[in-house]
């Protein structure tokens, strides 16, 4: 029974490994695409903010989907995100301002201000879309974040591309890549498990760095 016993629990961590490093690869390999093309929408993901600050990860996703606006890839800009727990303002409500300033018309964007996780904020945005008739969308957000998105927006219906923004401060150094790669393996895994994504890995909380 005990030799049994070990031969599962090998091949149960060997089962783990295997579906860890695939998962690892998928996130990489989407993450590494842009899959930018005429859309309805451009939806871009929220991030911290402070005090009405865009912080600079979300900067560089508001850089990021700005840029698709300006070439002509949808009519419509849609921002998102909720406030963390004593915040004066929403993450939706500092992009749309960030987004006015780069040229982006007030009558183009429309807001999700509510959603504290990824998948509150697709849900509303599915919300959002089914009740305006708006049937594709380009998401923007940062690189490790892209397949999980993606697969939360397929998963509520929405048809949806990604569009990863380069610039991330996320990106700078192999730690906060690695750190951000771990994070997004432990999301997935509680969605698939689970169908839900605990606050802490969402919006709200998505991770800011010092501005």
Same mark, same amino acid.
């Given at each position: 029974?005990?030799?049994?016993?070990?031969?599962?629990?090998?091949?149960?961590?060997?089962?783990?490994?295997?579906?860890?490093?695939?998962?690892?690869?998928?996130?990489?390999?989407?993450?590494?695409?842009?899959?930018?093309?005429?859309?309805?929408?451009?939806?871009?993901?929220?991030?911290?903010?402070?005090?009405?600050?865009?912080?600079?990860?979300?900067?560089?996703?508001?850089?990021?989907?700005?840029?698709?606006?300006?070439?002509?890839?949808?009519?419509?800009?849609?921002?998102?995100?909720?406030?963390?727990?004593?915040?004066?303002?929403?993450?939706?409500?500092?992009?749309?301002?960030?987004?006015?300033?780069?040229?982006?018309?007030?009558?183009?964007?429309?807001?999700?201000?509510?959603?504290?996780?990824?998948?509150?904020?697709?849900?509303?945005?599915?919300?959002?879309?089914?009740?305006? #008739?708006?049937? =594709?969308?380009?998401?923007?957000? /940062? *690189? %490790?974040?892209?397949? @999980?998105?993606?697969?939360?927006?397929?998963? +509520?219906?929405?048809?949806?591309? #990604?569009?990863? =923004?380069?610039?991330?401060?996320? /990106? *700078? %150094?192999?730690?906060? @890549?690695?750190?951000?790669?771990?994070?997004? +393996?432990?999301?997935?895994?509680?969605?698939?498990? =689970?169908?839900?994504?605990?606050?802490?890995?969402?919006?709200?909380?998505?991770?800011?760095?010092?501005?």
């Amino acid at each position: 029974m005990l030799r049994d016993l070990g031969r599962m629990v090998a091949l149960g961590t060997a089962a783990a490994v295997v579906v860890g490093a695939y998962a690892t690869f998928r996130i990489w390999q989407q993450g590494e695409q842009d899959e930018r093309r005429a859309a309805d929408a451009i939806v871009v993901l929220g991030a911290a903010q402070y005090d009405g600050r865009p912080s600079p990860v979300l900067r560089a996703r508001l850089d990021h989907a700005v840029s698709l606006y300006h070439d002509g890839i949808a009519p419509l800009f849609v921002v998102t995100g909720g406030k963390a727990e004593g915040d004066r303002t929403t993450e939706a409500a500092a992009a749309r301002r960030y987004a006015i300033e780069a040229g982006v018309p007030e009558e183009a964007i429309l807001v999700e201000d509510q959603g504290r996780t990824t998948i509150e904020s697709l849900r509303a945005v599915g919300q959002l879309f089914r009740a305006r #008739g708006i049937a =594709t969308a380009v998401f923007v957000s /940062d *690189r %490790t974040h892209m397949l @999980r998105v993606l697969r939360i927006g397929d998963d +509520l219906g929405i048809s949806g591309f #990604g569009s990863p =923004t380069t610039t991330s401060p996320i /990106d *700078r %150094t192999l730690t906060s @890549r690695i750190d951000a790669m771990v994070h997004e +393996l432990g999301a997935l895994a509680v969605y698939f498990v =689970t169908g839900d994504i605990p606050p802490e890995a969402g919006s709200a909380a998505e991770p800011g760095l010092a501005p």
